[in-house]
């Protein structure tokens, strides 16, 4: 009977304690500016806003990053792809799950975990309506948060505000209809006091856009349309009406820039996908890197990855802020390992092209030429019989896995993907409405070369590969850089990994169970760091034996 009231007792003690911290938290637009200064806290995706997933922690070393061990798991009973990253406050871990059906209907999830222990504080649970249209898969990809408050999008295109201390629904804002193909998935970006988020459905007929929300009230104060309409600068890259169903998605997060205040958001591919001839031109703003004045969601420059995309490379991929010294100059560039098969360093300024150059095996183009444009190769559009081999594939030489940069020893580190396929292409129905699936053809892929990825280090400054870290098929998982220079990542296999970032030598692998589709994150709670995984349905942490 004691040790039942001591177990209670205890019990409720710790559930106190959470509750209180979590009442505690509130979370300034100086707390998301200062970032990663503060190593007890993850509180945007990518870490902070320059996208860099660097943290500064340095408890974990390639002298010691064998000795780590499994601290806890939690399983989210969610089958589903596990694609995000946790917002980390001060011991709570926050994070949304995929959407699965168990016994009943769809359902979007998220909880609050304790940091030390996976141990559920709360669980939010989302009923999602009939008819989704979802292209790539029933997964999210984190919160948002400023003050007491968490933001998330769901799969019925829904942007959705919570109270952190207990998950309950403050407000739920339609941001598009899924009649028309809209979904969600990305994690929101809070910038100057508004909750930024994109929108999927670039395989179906509609037009993609970024929205500006107040975060108080949940009201739009702005919208970027992302395909020009007629007059507008951009849309004589378009023939006709399609414009209006032109794609252009933006299913991943942004980055920003508070001395330029310029906000970083990149743009999917135009639609249809593989049928080029009935969207003739540039396709204006699809594959693109917008810059953004996020006060008004007025356009400042872009810059076009793949103009008239004929092969779905989106250029959704995060876009990594830093600064460099290139030909004796400092500079202040984005870069991006984009899934066209280029690495790509802009002057984050203007657009400027500073570097184009493969990091992957390309076939459909030589080089960036210096107006900004690819020199096309020959033989490499999408044809009714199939017979053009094009690398890579409609995947990507990368794709959603975040990339990762260490500004001390100033290298990019991504996941590569080493990956061909045939691209056939297929009439559009002439009866096309708005929300209709419309990818204008498919894809085949081949074994011969046969596909693999690596964990790949670049130098930003020539595109210069540094290191591999080379496995069997071309993964998903993203990266993470840490100042104990230790890179984590892992492959589609299941296995989660630890590299030594100067040298790319493995230093520790666990094998998971699951293909890995996340990014590690990393946090310090009662000074001592944790690694954390999503896996399959589960979430893994990772630290040091504790001293004793």
């Known amino acids: 009977m004691r040790i039942t009231r001591h177990r209670t007792f205890w019990a409720i003690a710790l559930a106190t304690t959470m509750a209180a911290t979590m009442r505690a938290q509130d979370i300034s637009t100086k707390d998301l500016l200062d970032g990663l200064t503060n190593p007890a806290r993850w509180l945007t995706y990518s870490g902070d806003y320059t996208g860099q997933r660097f943290s500064p922690l340095t408890q974990i070393t390639a002298a010691n990053a064998e000795r780590l061990t499994g601290q806890w798991a939690f399983q989210t009973g969610v089958n589903s792809k596990f694609e995000a990253t946790p917002v980390v406050i001060d011991g709570t871990l926050y994070v949304t799950g995929g959407a699965s059906a168990v016994n009943g209907?769809?359902?979007?999830?998220?909880?609050?975990?304790?940091?030390?222990?996976?141990?559920?504080?709360?669980?939010?649970?989302?009923?999602?309506?009939?008819?989704?249209?979802?292209?790539?898969?029933?997964?999210?990809?984190?919160?948002?948060?400023?003050?007491?408050?968490?933001?998330?999008?769901?799969?019925?295109?829904?942007?959705?505000?919570?109270?952190?201390?207990?998950?309950?629904?403050?407000?739920?804002?339609?941001m598009a209809a899924i009649k028309d193909g809209f979904a969600a998935t990305g994690a929101p970006l809070i910038v100057n006091n508004k909750v930024i988020v994109g929108v999927a459905g670039g395989e179906y007929a509609n037009r993609g856009f970024i929205d500006a929300y107040d975060p108080e009230s949940g009201k739009r104060l702005w919208r970027f349309y992302t395909i020009p309409g007629p007059g507008e600068k951009g849309s004589e890259t378009w023939s006709g009406d399609i414009w209006a169903r032109g794609g252009g998605p933006t299913w991943l997060s942004g980055t920003y820039d508070p001395a330029l205040n310029l906000l970083y958001w990149g743009t999917g591919n135009p639609n249809p996908d593989w049928n080029g001839e009935v969207r003739p031109g540039d396709?204006?703003?699809?594959?693109?890197?917008?810059?953004?004045?996020?006060?008004?969601?007025?356009?400042?420059?872009?810059?076009?990855?793949?103009?008239?995309?004929?092969?779905?490379?989106?250029?959704?991929?995060?876009?990594?802020?830093?600064?460099?010294?290139?030909?004796?100059?400092?500079?202040?560039?984005?870069?991006?390992?984009?899934?066209?098969?280029?690495?790509?360093?802009?002057?984050?300024?203007?657009?400027?092209?500073?570097?184009?150059?493969?990091?992957?095996?390309?076939?459909?183009?030589?080089?960036?030429?210096?107006?900004?444009?690819?020199?096309?190769?020959?033989?490499?559009?999408p044809t009714a019989a199939g017979n053009n081999v094009t690398c890579p594939d409609w995947y990507g030489g990368t794709n959603f896995m975040s990339p990762s940069y260490d500004p001390r020893l100033r290298l990019f580190f991504v996941t590569a993907r080493e990956t061909c396929a045939k691209f056939i292409m297929r009439p559009v129905p002439g009866n096309a409405a708005l929300g209709d699936r419309t990818m204008g053809g498919t894809v085949s892929p081949i074994?011969?070369?046969?596909?693999?990825?690596?964990?790949?280090?670049?130098?930003?400054?020539?595109?210069?590969?540094?290191?591999?870290?080379?496995?069997?098929?071309?993964?998903?998982?993203?990266?993470?850089?840490?100042?104990?220079?230790?890179?984590?990542?892992?492959?589609?296999?299941?296995?989660?990994?630890?590299?030594?970032?100067?040298?790319?030598?493995?230093?520790?692998?666990?094998?998971?169970?699951?293909?890995?589709?996340?990014?590690?994150t990393t946090y310090q709670i009662d000074g001592r760091q944790y690694v954390v995984i999503p896996s399959g349905a589960t979430l893994t942490a990772f630290s040091l034996p504790a001293s004793r």
């Open 283 to 381: 396709n204006l703003y699809a594959d693109s890197l917008l810059a953004l004045d996020p006060d008004t969601g007025t356009l400042k420059w872009y810059y076009q990855f793949t103009p008239h995309d004929t092969h779905d490379w989106d250029s959704n991929e995060i876009p990594v802020l830093a600064d460099l010294t290139i030909g004796g100059s400092a500079r202040n560039v984005v870069m991006m390992a984009n899934r066209n098969g280029f690495f790509y360093v802009l002057d984050r300024t203007n657009g400027t092209l500073l570097l184009g150059k493969p990091f992957v095996k390309t076939t459909w183009a030589t080089e960036i030429r210096p107006d900004g444009r690819p020199q096309v190769l020959p033989d490499q559009e």
């Open 447 to 520: 074994t011969d070369p046969k596909s693999w990825g690596a964990l790949r280090a670049l130098d930003p400054v020539t595109g210069e590969k540094k290191w591999d870290v080379r496995y069997e098929g071309a993964g998903w998982a993203g990266v993470l850089a840490t100042a104990g220079g230790v890179v984590f990542s892992g492959d589609h296999d299941g296995n989660f990994f630890a590299v030594d970032s100067r040298s790319g030598k493995k230093l520790f692998q666990y094998q998971t169970g699951a293909p890995l589709y996340g990014p590690p």
């Open 105 to 174: 209907p769809f359902s979007q999830h998220a909880w609050a975990i304790d940091g030390r222990t996976g141990k559920q504080a709360w669980h939010y649970q989302r009923t999602l309506p009939e008819g989704l249209k979802v292209c790539c898969g029933l997964v999210n990809r984190g919160f948002a948060v400023l003050h007491s408050r968490l933001f998330m999008v769901t799969l019925d295109a829904h942007f959705v505000a919570l109270d952190m201390s207990n998950g309950k629904v403050i407000y739920d804002v339609e």
